[in-house]
DNA sequence: ATTCCACGGGAATCGGTGGCAA
DNA sequence: TTGCCACCGATTCCCGTGGAAT
Protein backbone atom coordinates (compact mmCIF):
# COMPACT_ATOMS: atom_id res chain seq x y z
CA UNK A 1 0.00 0.00 0.00
CA UNK A 2 2.97 2.88 0.58
CA UNK A 3 3.70 3.63 -2.52
CA UNK A 4 7.28 2.72 -2.86
CA UNK A 5 9.47 5.55 -4.21
CA UNK A 6 12.54 4.28 -5.98
CA UNK A 7 15.25 4.90 -3.71
CA UNK A 8 18.99 5.12 -4.99
CA UNK A 9 20.47 3.59 -2.15
CA UNK A 10 17.00 0.90 -1.40
CA UNK A 11 17.35 -2.80 -2.11
CA UNK A 12 13.58 -3.27 -1.68
CA UNK A 13 12.11 -1.27 -4.79
CA UNK A 14 9.14 -3.22 -5.67
CA UNK A 15 6.73 -4.25 -2.91
CA UNK A 16 3.85 -5.55 -5.22
CA UNK A 17 5.43 -8.68 -6.14
CA UNK A 18 5.77 -9.70 -2.62
CA UNK A 19 2.32 -9.25 -1.73
CA UNK A 20 0.05 -12.29 -0.79
CA UNK A 21 -2.17 -11.74 -3.37
CA UNK A 22 0.50 -10.92 -6.47
CA UNK A 23 -0.01 -13.15 -8.88
CA UNK A 24 2.98 -14.28 -10.35
CA UNK A 25 3.41 -14.06 -14.52
CA UNK A 26 4.89 -18.18 -14.70
CA UNK A 27 4.44 -20.61 -12.19
CA UNK A 28 7.34 -22.42 -11.66
CA UNK A 29 7.72 -26.21 -10.67
CA UNK A 30 4.35 -26.64 -10.98
CA UNK A 31 3.53 -27.89 -14.81
CA UNK A 32 2.62 -31.24 -13.49
CA UNK A 33 0.11 -30.13 -10.81
CA UNK A 34 -1.37 -27.04 -13.47
CA UNK A 35 -1.68 -30.53 -16.11
CA UNK A 36 -3.42 -32.95 -13.48
CA UNK A 37 -5.99 -29.98 -12.76
CA UNK A 38 -6.79 -29.39 -15.73
CA UNK A 39 -7.10 -32.51 -16.78
CA UNK A 40 -9.46 -33.44 -13.88
CA UNK A 41 -11.55 -30.57 -15.09
CA UNK A 42 -12.32 -31.43 -18.61
CA UNK A 43 -15.22 -32.61 -20.13
CA UNK A 44 -16.42 -36.78 -19.63
CA UNK A 45 -19.21 -37.71 -21.02
CA UNK A 46 -22.16 -34.75 -20.65
CA UNK A 47 -20.46 -32.51 -17.95
CA UNK A 48 -16.61 -31.35 -16.58
CA UNK A 49 -15.31 -32.85 -13.34
CA UNK A 50 -14.50 -32.13 -10.71
CA UNK A 51 -11.40 -31.41 -8.45
CA UNK A 52 -10.13 -31.47 -4.87
CA UNK A 53 -6.58 -29.43 -4.37
CA UNK A 54 -4.77 -29.73 -1.20
CA UNK A 55 -1.25 -29.09 0.59
CA UNK A 56 0.23 -27.29 3.70
CA UNK A 57 -0.41 -23.61 4.13
CA UNK A 58 1.59 -21.12 1.82
CA UNK A 59 2.40 -23.74 -0.84
CA UNK A 60 1.08 -21.80 -3.68
CA UNK A 61 -3.04 -24.06 -3.88
CA UNK A 62 -5.17 -20.34 -4.66
CA UNK A 63 -1.82 -19.27 -7.60
CA UNK A 64 -2.07 -23.13 -8.64
CA UNK A 65 -5.67 -22.61 -9.33
CA UNK A 66 -5.69 -19.31 -10.38
CA UNK A 67 -3.20 -20.24 -13.28
CA UNK A 68 -5.12 -23.29 -14.24
CA UNK A 69 -8.44 -20.73 -14.47
CA UNK A 70 -6.70 -18.71 -16.64
CA UNK A 71 -5.87 -21.58 -19.22
CA UNK A 72 -9.07 -22.30 -18.88
CA UNK A 73 -10.64 -19.21 -19.97
CA UNK A 74 -8.20 -18.01 -22.13
CA UNK A 75 -8.07 -21.07 -24.47
CA UNK A 76 -10.97 -23.19 -23.84
CA UNK A 77 -13.88 -19.56 -22.85
CA UNK A 78 -14.35 -21.83 -19.87
CA UNK A 79 -15.82 -18.98 -17.13
CA UNK A 80 -14.61 -19.17 -13.64
CA UNK A 81 -15.13 -18.00 -10.55
CA UNK A 82 -13.10 -17.90 -7.42
CA UNK A 83 -14.21 -17.58 -3.88
CA UNK A 84 -12.40 -17.43 -0.06
CA UNK A 85 -14.38 -19.69 1.97
CA UNK A 86 -12.48 -18.90 5.23
CA UNK A 87 -15.37 -18.11 8.42
CA UNK A 88 -17.83 -17.98 5.60
CA UNK A 89 -21.26 -19.76 5.70
CA UNK A 90 -23.19 -21.19 2.97
CA UNK A 91 -25.34 -18.49 2.42
CA UNK A 92 -22.25 -16.14 1.85
CA UNK A 93 -20.53 -18.22 -0.49
CA UNK A 94 -23.27 -18.67 -2.67
CA UNK A 95 -23.67 -14.78 -2.69
CA UNK A 96 -20.42 -14.73 -3.49
CA UNK A 97 -19.89 -16.78 -6.06
CA UNK A 98 -22.81 -14.46 -7.45
CA UNK A 99 -20.81 -11.58 -7.27
CA UNK A 100 -18.61 -13.61 -9.27
CA UNK A 101 -20.66 -13.70 -12.16
CA UNK A 102 -21.92 -11.14 -14.74
CA UNK A 103 -25.14 -9.69 -13.47
CA UNK A 104 -26.84 -7.52 -10.11
CA UNK A 105 -25.40 -8.30 -7.26
CA UNK A 106 -27.79 -10.43 -4.76
CA UNK A 107 -28.89 -8.81 -1.56
CA UNK A 108 -28.11 -9.06 2.05
CA UNK A 109 -30.85 -10.83 2.85
CA UNK A 110 -31.98 -13.13 -0.01
CA UNK A 111 -33.25 -16.40 0.43
CA UNK A 112 -30.67 -18.96 0.13
CA UNK A 113 -32.82 -20.93 -1.94
CA UNK A 114 -33.67 -17.65 -4.25
CA UNK A 115 -30.09 -17.92 -4.31
CA UNK A 116 -29.26 -21.21 -5.46
CA UNK A 117 -32.41 -20.34 -8.17
CA UNK A 118 -30.58 -17.31 -9.17
CA UNK A 119 -27.61 -18.89 -9.89
CA UNK A 120 -29.27 -22.15 -11.59
CA UNK A 121 -30.55 -19.01 -13.96
CA UNK A 122 -27.63 -17.18 -14.47
CA UNK A 123 -25.23 -20.39 -15.14
CA UNK A 124 -25.71 -20.28 -19.11
CA UNK A 125 -22.46 -22.59 -20.15
CA UNK A 126 -19.57 -24.36 -18.54
CA UNK A 127 -18.39 -22.36 -15.28
CA UNK A 128 -15.91 -23.39 -13.08
CA UNK A 129 -16.13 -22.32 -9.14
CA UNK A 130 -13.40 -23.05 -6.70
CA UNK A 131 -13.87 -22.98 -3.49
CA UNK A 132 -10.59 -21.21 -1.59
CA UNK A 133 -9.74 -22.15 2.29
CA UNK A 134 -12.87 -24.32 1.69
CA UNK A 135 -12.19 -26.53 4.98
CA UNK A 136 -14.96 -25.84 7.23
CA UNK A 137 -17.33 -26.37 4.25
CA UNK A 138 -17.00 -30.19 4.13
CA UNK A 139 -20.52 -30.32 6.19
CA UNK A 140 -21.75 -27.79 4.68
CA UNK A 141 -24.80 -27.74 1.81
CA UNK A 142 -23.26 -25.79 -0.38
CA UNK A 143 -21.47 -28.32 -2.32
CA UNK A 144 -24.57 -30.31 -2.45
CA UNK A 145 -26.19 -27.44 -4.11
CA UNK A 146 -23.58 -26.45 -6.11
CA UNK A 147 -23.17 -29.52 -7.83
CA UNK A 148 -27.00 -29.34 -8.36
CA UNK A 149 -26.73 -26.82 -11.06
CA UNK A 150 -26.09 -28.23 -14.23
CA UNK A 151 -22.39 -27.20 -16.04
CA UNK A 152 -21.27 -26.20 -13.37
CA UNK A 153 -18.08 -27.66 -11.32
CA UNK A 154 -16.24 -26.91 -8.30
CA UNK A 155 -12.68 -27.17 -7.39
CA UNK A 156 -12.43 -27.28 -3.28
CA UNK A 157 -9.10 -25.98 -1.72
CA UNK A 158 -8.96 -27.58 1.63
CA UNK A 159 -5.39 -28.87 3.62
CA UNK A 160 -6.18 -32.14 4.43
CA UNK A 161 -8.26 -34.26 2.00
CA UNK A 162 -8.88 -37.24 4.16
CA UNK A 163 -10.20 -35.45 6.89
CA UNK A 164 -12.74 -33.09 4.28
CA UNK A 165 -13.97 -36.08 2.42
CA UNK A 166 -14.76 -38.14 5.70
CA UNK A 167 -16.55 -35.30 6.80
CA UNK A 168 -18.80 -34.47 3.25
CA UNK A 169 -21.46 -36.67 2.49
CA UNK A 170 -21.72 -39.67 0.12
CA UNK A 171 -23.02 -38.07 -3.38
CA UNK A 172 -20.11 -35.07 -2.12
CA UNK A 173 -17.70 -37.77 -1.38
CA UNK A 174 -18.20 -39.52 -4.61
CA UNK A 175 -17.97 -36.59 -7.08
CA UNK A 176 -14.90 -35.33 -5.57
CA UNK A 177 -12.72 -38.46 -4.81
CA UNK A 178 -10.42 -39.82 -7.03
CA UNK A 179 -9.89 -36.46 -8.82
CA UNK A 180 -7.66 -34.65 -5.75
CA UNK A 181 -4.64 -33.22 -6.35
CA UNK A 182 -2.23 -33.01 -3.96
CA UNK A 183 0.87 -29.75 -3.41
CA UNK A 184 3.63 -30.69 -1.49
CA UNK A 185 6.67 -28.06 0.15
CA UNK A 186 8.57 -27.07 -2.52
CA UNK A 187 12.44 -28.44 -2.69
CA UNK A 188 14.99 -26.08 -1.92
CA UNK A 189 16.32 -25.04 -4.92
CA UNK A 190 12.66 -25.20 -6.39
CA UNK A 191 11.83 -22.42 -4.19
CA UNK A 192 15.17 -20.67 -4.27
CA UNK A 193 14.19 -20.15 -8.30
CA UNK A 194 11.19 -18.78 -7.20
CA UNK A 195 12.09 -16.39 -4.99
CA UNK A 196 15.21 -15.47 -7.31
CA UNK A 197 11.70 -14.45 -9.71
CA UNK A 198 10.28 -11.87 -7.32
CA UNK A 199 14.17 -10.49 -6.41
CA UNK A 200 14.76 -9.91 -10.00
CA UNK A 201 10.98 -7.31 -9.80
CA UNK A 202 11.34 -6.68 -6.37
CA UNK A 203 14.76 -6.11 -5.44
CA UNK A 204 17.81 -4.02 -6.69
CA UNK A 205 19.71 -5.50 -9.09
CA UNK A 206 22.07 -7.95 -7.55
CA UNK A 207 20.67 -7.43 -3.90
CA UNK A 208 20.97 -11.03 -3.15
CA UNK A 209 22.93 -13.83 -4.26
CA UNK A 210 21.46 -17.20 -5.25
CA UNK A 211 22.83 -19.18 -1.51
CA UNK A 212 21.21 -16.52 0.33
CA UNK A 213 17.97 -17.51 -1.66
CA UNK A 214 18.82 -21.05 -1.22
CA UNK A 215 18.97 -20.33 2.89
CA UNK A 216 15.63 -18.56 2.74
CA UNK A 217 14.19 -21.50 1.09
CA UNK A 218 16.00 -24.04 3.50
CA UNK A 219 14.86 -22.18 6.77
CA UNK A 220 11.30 -22.29 5.87
CA UNK A 221 10.99 -25.73 4.71
CA UNK A 222 9.82 -25.37 1.54
CA UNK A 223 6.61 -22.85 2.30
CA UNK A 224 7.09 -20.50 -0.50
CA UNK A 225 4.81 -17.87 1.04
CA UNK A 226 7.07 -18.15 4.08
CA UNK A 227 9.48 -17.95 1.73
CA UNK A 228 8.73 -14.80 0.02
CA UNK A 229 7.60 -12.88 2.77
CA UNK A 230 10.84 -13.56 4.71
CA UNK A 231 12.86 -12.45 1.71
CA UNK A 232 10.64 -9.26 1.82
CA UNK A 233 11.30 -8.38 5.78
CA UNK A 234 14.98 -9.49 5.20
CA UNK A 235 14.98 -6.68 2.59
CA UNK A 236 13.25 -4.09 4.48
CA UNK A 237 16.05 -4.78 7.76
CA UNK A 238 19.06 -4.72 5.43
CA UNK A 239 17.65 -1.36 4.21
CA UNK A 240 17.72 -0.13 7.96
CA UNK A 241 20.94 -1.37 8.69
CA UNK A 242 22.32 0.24 5.38
CA UNK A 243 23.69 -3.08 3.45
CA UNK A 244 23.77 -2.78 -0.04
CA UNK A 245 23.69 -6.72 -0.74
CA UNK A 246 21.23 -9.04 1.46
CA UNK A 247 23.26 -10.82 4.38
CA UNK A 248 23.13 -14.20 5.58
CA UNK A 249 22.99 -13.01 9.28
CA UNK A 250 19.53 -11.16 9.13
CA UNK A 251 17.42 -13.78 7.84
CA UNK A 252 16.51 -15.49 11.29
CA UNK A 253 14.93 -11.99 12.45
CA UNK A 254 13.39 -12.13 8.52
CA UNK A 255 11.49 -14.95 9.06
CA UNK A 256 10.25 -14.26 12.59
CA UNK A 257 9.02 -10.75 11.63
CA UNK A 258 7.44 -12.15 8.59
CA UNK A 259 5.59 -14.48 10.37
CA UNK A 260 4.56 -11.94 13.07
CA UNK A 261 3.32 -9.85 10.69
CA UNK A 262 0.74 -12.57 9.04
CA UNK A 263 -0.30 -13.59 12.67
CA UNK A 264 -0.79 -9.79 13.22
CA UNK A 265 -2.39 -9.19 10.16
CA UNK A 266 -4.91 -12.00 11.21
CA UNK A 267 -5.20 -11.32 14.88
CA UNK A 268 -6.37 -7.50 13.52
CA UNK A 269 -9.25 -9.54 11.27
CA UNK A 270 -10.61 -10.75 14.16
CA UNK A 271 -13.01 -8.97 16.93
CA UNK A 272 -12.85 -7.52 19.87
CA UNK A 273 -13.81 -10.29 21.60
CA UNK A 274 -11.44 -13.00 20.14
CA UNK A 275 -8.49 -9.93 20.86
CA UNK A 276 -9.63 -10.22 24.39
CA UNK A 277 -9.41 -13.39 24.87
CA UNK A 278 -5.96 -13.71 22.63
CA UNK A 279 -4.60 -11.03 24.93
CA UNK A 280 -5.43 -12.87 27.89
CA UNK A 281 -3.37 -15.72 26.71
CA UNK A 282 -0.52 -13.86 25.94
CA UNK A 283 -0.27 -11.83 29.58
CA UNK A 284 -0.95 -14.68 31.63
CA UNK A 285 1.05 -17.63 29.31
CA UNK A 286 -0.39 -21.06 29.20
CA UNK A 287 -4.19 -21.66 30.35
CA UNK A 288 -6.24 -24.07 31.33
CA UNK A 289 -10.08 -23.67 30.16
CA UNK A 290 -11.26 -23.17 33.37
CA UNK A 291 -8.48 -20.73 34.32
CA UNK A 292 -8.79 -18.73 31.17
CA UNK A 293 -12.84 -18.46 31.74
CA UNK A 294 -12.10 -17.76 35.47
CA UNK A 295 -9.53 -15.35 34.05
CA UNK A 296 -11.54 -14.23 31.59
CA UNK A 297 -14.55 -13.12 34.34
CA UNK A 298 -12.38 -11.18 36.54
CA UNK A 299 -12.00 -8.91 33.89
CA UNK A 300 -13.38 -8.82 30.78
CA UNK A 301 -16.26 -6.58 31.97
CA UNK A 302 -13.66 -3.91 32.53
CA UNK A 303 -11.71 -4.68 29.62
CA UNK A 304 -14.20 -3.69 27.75
CA UNK A 305 -15.77 -0.95 29.92
CA UNK A 306 -14.98 2.17 27.43
CA UNK A 307 -16.72 -0.06 24.62
CA UNK A 308 -20.07 -0.44 23.52
CA UNK A 309 -19.83 -4.04 24.28
CA UNK A 310 -20.37 -6.89 27.09
CA UNK A 311 -18.64 -10.06 28.48
CA UNK A 312 -19.69 -12.84 26.28
CA UNK A 313 -20.62 -16.45 27.64
CA UNK A 314 -18.53 -19.21 27.73
CA UNK A 315 -19.76 -21.22 24.60
CA UNK A 316 -18.90 -17.89 22.46
CA UNK A 317 -15.75 -18.10 24.19
CA UNK A 318 -14.74 -21.91 22.93
CA UNK A 319 -16.34 -20.62 19.52
CA UNK A 320 -13.39 -17.92 19.80
CA UNK A 321 -11.01 -20.29 21.00
CA UNK A 322 -11.59 -22.35 18.20
CA UNK A 323 -11.33 -19.60 15.81
CA UNK A 324 -7.63 -18.67 16.92
CA UNK A 325 -6.39 -21.55 16.64
CA UNK A 326 -7.94 -21.70 13.30
CA UNK A 327 -5.95 -18.64 12.65
CA UNK A 328 -2.76 -19.99 13.86
CA UNK A 329 -2.52 -17.64 16.55
CA UNK A 330 -3.19 -20.06 19.89
CA UNK A 331 -2.40 -23.22 20.28
CA UNK A 332 -3.83 -26.27 22.09
CA UNK A 333 -1.75 -28.74 23.59
CA UNK A 334 -3.19 -31.67 25.21
CA UNK A 335 -6.29 -33.59 25.42
CA UNK A 336 -9.34 -33.31 28.15
CA UNK A 337 -9.21 -31.57 31.02
CA UNK A 338 -5.54 -31.24 30.71
CA UNK A 339 -5.49 -29.32 27.47
CA UNK A 340 -3.48 -26.17 27.46
CA UNK A 341 -3.58 -23.28 25.54
CA UNK A 342 -1.08 -20.71 24.80
CA UNK A 343 -0.27 -17.73 21.89
CA UNK A 344 2.04 -18.97 19.67
CA UNK A 345 4.07 -15.83 19.36
CA UNK A 346 3.99 -13.29 22.33
CA UNK A 347 5.37 -10.76 20.20
CA UNK A 348 2.31 -10.48 18.26
CA UNK A 349 -0.22 -8.23 19.95
CA UNK A 350 -3.17 -6.82 19.42
CA UNK A 351 -3.18 -2.91 17.91
CA UNK A 352 -6.11 -2.10 20.16
CA UNK A 353 -5.15 -1.27 23.90
CA UNK A 354 -6.98 -3.89 26.27
CA UNK A 355 -6.04 -3.40 29.62
CA UNK A 356 -5.74 -6.70 30.80
CA UNK A 357 -3.36 -6.54 33.66
C1' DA B 1 -19.29 -45.80 40.88
C1' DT B 2 -20.21 -41.27 40.83
C1' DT B 3 -19.35 -36.57 39.98
C1' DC B 4 -17.19 -32.99 37.43
C1' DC B 5 -16.51 -30.35 33.44
C1' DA B 6 -14.43 -29.29 28.78
C1' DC B 7 -15.99 -29.92 24.44
C1' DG B 8 -18.72 -29.14 20.48
C1' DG B 9 -23.32 -29.96 17.86
C1' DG B 10 -27.61 -27.88 17.23
C1' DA B 11 -31.63 -24.89 17.91
C1' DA B 12 -33.39 -20.51 19.53
C1' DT B 13 -32.73 -15.68 19.94
C1' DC B 14 -31.08 -10.93 19.00
C1' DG B 15 -29.86 -6.81 16.34
C1' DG B 16 -29.24 -5.05 11.91
C1' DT B 17 -30.37 -4.67 6.92
C1' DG B 18 -32.72 -4.79 2.45
C1' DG B 19 -36.87 -5.60 -0.36
C1' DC B 20 -41.47 -4.56 -0.90
C1' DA B 21 -46.15 -3.09 -0.56
C1' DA B 22 -49.18 0.40 1.10
C1' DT C 1 -41.66 7.41 3.04
C1' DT C 2 -43.13 4.08 6.43
C1' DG C 3 -43.96 -0.27 8.35
C1' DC C 4 -43.54 -5.02 7.88
C1' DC C 5 -41.17 -9.16 7.06
C1' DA C 6 -37.46 -12.53 5.85
C1' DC C 7 -32.97 -13.05 6.16
C1' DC C 8 -28.09 -13.11 8.00
C1' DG C 9 -24.37 -13.45 11.25
C1' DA C 10 -23.31 -13.56 15.92
C1' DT C 11 -24.50 -15.08 20.22
C1' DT C 12 -26.72 -17.72 23.76
C1' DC C 13 -29.05 -21.62 25.61
C1' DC C 14 -29.35 -26.48 25.97
C1' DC C 15 -27.55 -30.80 26.11
C1' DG C 16 -25.09 -35.40 25.05
C1' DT C 17 -20.49 -37.29 25.19
C1' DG C 18 -16.45 -38.90 27.29
C1' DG C 19 -12.30 -38.57 29.96
C1' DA C 20 -10.56 -37.29 34.69
C1' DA C 21 -10.96 -36.57 39.45
C1' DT C 22 -13.06 -38.02 43.73
Not at 54 to 81: I, M, N
Not at 197 to 204: D, H, I, K, M
Not at 269 to 296: F, M, N
Request: aromatic share 4%; glycine share 6%.
Amino acid sequence: MPATHHRQDAMLVDERVFEDDHFPRRLLHREHEVRALLRALEQTGDRRGDALVHGPSGVGKTVLVRHAFRRLSDQRGVQTARVHCLGASAATVMREVLTELPGPDPAQNTPRHDLCLMLRDRVDGPLVVALDEADGLARSDVLSQLFDVPELSVVVICHDPDAWLAAADTKVRRRLSGSDIGLDRYGMTELADILDERARVGLADGAVDRNVLEAIADRVAGVARNGIQTLREAARIADQRGHERLPVGVLEDAREQAQRRIRTHNLQSLTLHHQLLYEILRVEGALQAGELHDRYDEIAAEALADRPLTPVAKRTRRRHLDKLVDYDLVKAVGENRNREYRVCDEGVKPTVGLFVE
